[in-house]
């Protein structure tokens, strides 16, 4: 009866914790929530904190709708997904270029133009969401990685309308100058994460046939960057 819920974000989580564990056993779920971890036990709440749960392996069961009650009685906004891979990748259509773009702008805009031929002898400072979407050419990679990751959606079968890249882009302007989990990582010298919110799906695109340059570029420049001496 025991069922182990993986709240972590990209791809592939769950599927290692079902070669551990065994399939039935593994939930998946997304945060919807604007937070930073600022020292050991602190945490700053900016904004949102909604939280989606759903099945690694079929539609919704008793047990995801009895845990998703328990989050909304603990004062946790909470909802149940029918299809988790199509909340997953939707949520990947933000989480990449924010995440991913907000490490990547410290190498500069060129280091992504040469797919990581060209970088910088010292590094520049990241970007917040506000400052990637106040520059034209940052703003257009973000769009670039978000058509780009509904394609690749699309492939595998999810449906994610085009039109979700101008909401999401006008509900992060709401947010103000924030910085993403992976950019504060990266900031304080933390391991970023790489594998399951970037190469993982580089790699789905890839055995998809999808073309992904901006991803592929994307991923170089953070495989290097993550080779770098931790930052001050």
Same mark, same amino acid.
């Given at each position: ?13 769950c599927?290692r ?15 919807? /929530? ?8 602190? /945490? #700053? #709440?900016?904004?949102?904190g909604?939280?989606?749960l759903?099945?690694?392996?079929? &539609? ?15 004062? +946790? ?8 891979? #199509?909340?997953l ?13 907000? +490490?990547?702008?410290?190498?500069g ?10 970088? &910088? ?9 506000? #400052? ?9 990679? /973000?769009?670039?990685?978000?058509l780009?990751? =509904?394609?690749?959606a699309?492939a595998?079968?999810i ?8 909401r ?12 993403a989990s992976? /950019? ?14 970037f190469?993982? &799906?580089l ?12 991803l592929?570029a994307?991923? =170089? +420049? ?9 930052? &001050?």
């Open positions: 009866r025991t069922a182990i819920l993986c709240l972590q974000n990209g791809l592939g989580n599927e914790l079902a070669k551990l564990f065994g399939a039935e056993k593994i939930m998946g779920g997304l945060c919807f /929530v604007c937070l930073n971890r600022t020292a050991p036990g602190v /945490v #700053h #709440h900016i904004a949102f909604k939280i989606i759903g099945e690694h392996i079929g &539609p919704p069961r008793g047990r995801t709708r009895a845990i998703a009650e328990m989050f909304k009685k603990s004062g +946790v906004p909470c909802g149940v997904a029918e299809n988790l891979g #199509h909340g990748w939707e949520k990947l259509v933000w989480n990449i270029p924010f995440n991913g773009l907000g +490490v990547a702008s410290a190498a805009l060129e280091a992504l133009v040469s797919k990581g031929e060209t970088m &910088p002898a010292q590094l520049g400072d990241t970007l917040s969401t506000d #400052h990637l979407l106040a520059d034209p050419q940052w703003e257009q990679n /973000v769009r670039a990685l978000m780009e990751l =509904i394609d690749v699309s595998k079968g449906a994610l309308e085009p039109e979700l890249v101008d999401m882009i006008e509900n992060t302007r709401t947010m103000g100058s924030y910085r992976t /950019v504060i990582d990266f900031e304080n010298g933390r391991p970023i994460e790489l594998e399951s919110m190469l993982e &799906p790699r789905q695109a890839q055995a998809a046939g999808i073309a992904v340059p901006h592929e994307l991923c =170089i +420049v953070l495989g290097k960057l993550a080779r770098y001496l931790p930052r &001050p």
